[in-house]
Structures are given as C-alpha cells and as structure tokens.
Nanobody, 127 residues
Framework: QVQLVESGGGLVQAGGSLRLSCAASGRSFSSNAMAWFRQAPGKEREFVVSINWSGGRTYYADAVKGRFTVSRDSAKNTVYLQMNSLKPEDTAVYYC????????????????????WGQGTQVTVSS
C-alpha cells in the first residue's frame, strides 16, 4: 500500500520556522517529482512548491518564494519543506503529493499533475 505521511506541523508565532517532512512508503518515488500544496479554511487547495526527480529543479509559488525551501532525500524516500519567516496567511493544512512525471515547473503545478497524496499536517501561524 502506497502511503505519504506528513509530519512536523504545529503552532508557531509569526516570523518563526517549521520543517515539514513527507515520508513515502510502499514504493519508491525517486523517479517522480514531488510537491507540497496547502489548503486554508474555506479556500481551495493551492500549489506551494515542487521539486523534480533529481532535486535539481524546484518551482515555488510567488507567495512563498524566498521563505520556503524544498528538498528531498531519495535514499530515505522523503521530502522536506523548510518554512521560515512564517506569516499568519501561511496557516493551512499542508499536503505532500507525488507527481505523475519527473518534472517540476509552472506546467506541473495543478492538482491533476499528482497521483498520490498524504493526509495533511496542520500549520498554524499566530500573529
């Protein structure tokens, strides 16, 4: 059974940092792009960042560029999201997803570009 399990969410003050992890099991995703999406209450799920299969290319949403950093450890089948300078508007459930392709970029930022999803981890940023 393929699973993506996110962890690392929590409550943090504005300006603080969190590091999310997404551990995959059931198969290797070393040949797949991976991504993070988020969904705030009452809003649609939105793209945050993607990373290609090798980790050599990343693509960030404008809202998080310069503050968030994605990385992956294919040997551990794990993807990370380092979130710095957090803002109240970053409050959301964060989801990890495994891509249908190897690629990262603006053409691969839709929900339909991703096959497998985690259950999400809550991030709450207080002002």
């Amino acid at each position: 059974q393929v699973q993506l399990v996110e962890s690392g969410g929590g409550l943090v003050q504005a300006g603080g940092s969190l590091r999310l992890s997404c551990a995959a099991s059931g198969r290797s995703f070393s040949s797949n792009a991976m991504a993070w999406f988020r969904q705030a209450p009452g809003k649609e799920r939105e793209f945050v960042v993607s990373i290609n299969w090798s980790g050599g290319r990343t693509y960030y949403a404008d809202a998080v560029k310069g503050r968030f950093t994605v990385s992956r450890d294919s040997a551990k089948n794990t993807v990370y999201l380092q979130m710095n300078s957090l803002k109240p508007e970053d409050t959301a459930v964060y989801y990890c997803a495994a891509g249908r392709t190897r690629y990262s970029g603006p053409a691969y930022s839709d929900l339909d570009d991703y096959d497998y999803w985690g259950q999400g981890t809550q991030v709450t940023v207080s002002s």
